[in-house]
C-alpha cells in the first residue's frame, strides 16, 4: 500500500477541484492528478469539516483523541501494576503475622 500523499499536494488538489470549470468532472480531475475519485472525494468531504463548512472530526481533534487515548491505555496499565502490588503486599503482611502494633 502506497503512503499517504503529502498534505501540499492534497490541497493543491483539492483547490482545484472546487475551482474546477463547470463540465469538468472529479473523476477526470482525479484522473488527472493520478488518484481515484473516491480519494479525492474524501479529501474534499474532510477540507469542508477543516474549513468548519461541515461537521466532523478535524485532524487537530483526531490527533488529540489519539494521544488521550494512548494516555488513558498508559494509566489504566499503570493502576493494574499498582492494584497488583497492593494485592501481593498486603497477602505478604498477612504471611508475616499481620498488622503491626
Known amino acids: 500500500m502506497p503512503g499517504p500523499y503529502p498534505r501540499e499536494f492534497r ?6 477541484a ?8 472529479i ?3 482525479a484522473t ?7 480519494t479525492l472525494q474524501n479529501w474534499l468531504r474532510q477540507a469542508d469539516v477543516e474549513e468548519g463548512k461541515r461537521p466532523g472530526q478535524t485532524a487537530d481533534e ?3 483523541m489519539r494521544e488521550l487515548r494512548r494516555r488513558n491505555r498508559l494509566l489504566e496499565q499503570e493502576n493494574e501494576v499498582l492494584r497488583k502490588a497492593a494485592a501481593y503486599l498486603s497477602q505478604a503482611n ?8
Open 27 to 29: 473523476k477526470q480531475i
Open 62 to 64: 483526531a490527533a488529540e
Open 18 to 25: 472546487r475551482r474546477r470549470e463547470s463540465g469538468v468532472t
Open 32 to 38: 488527472d492528478f493520478g488518484v481515484s475519485e473516491a
Open 11 to 16: 490541497e493543491d488538489v483539492v483547490a482545484v
Open 94 to 101: 498477612l504471611k508475616l503475622g499481620g498488622s503491626p502494633k
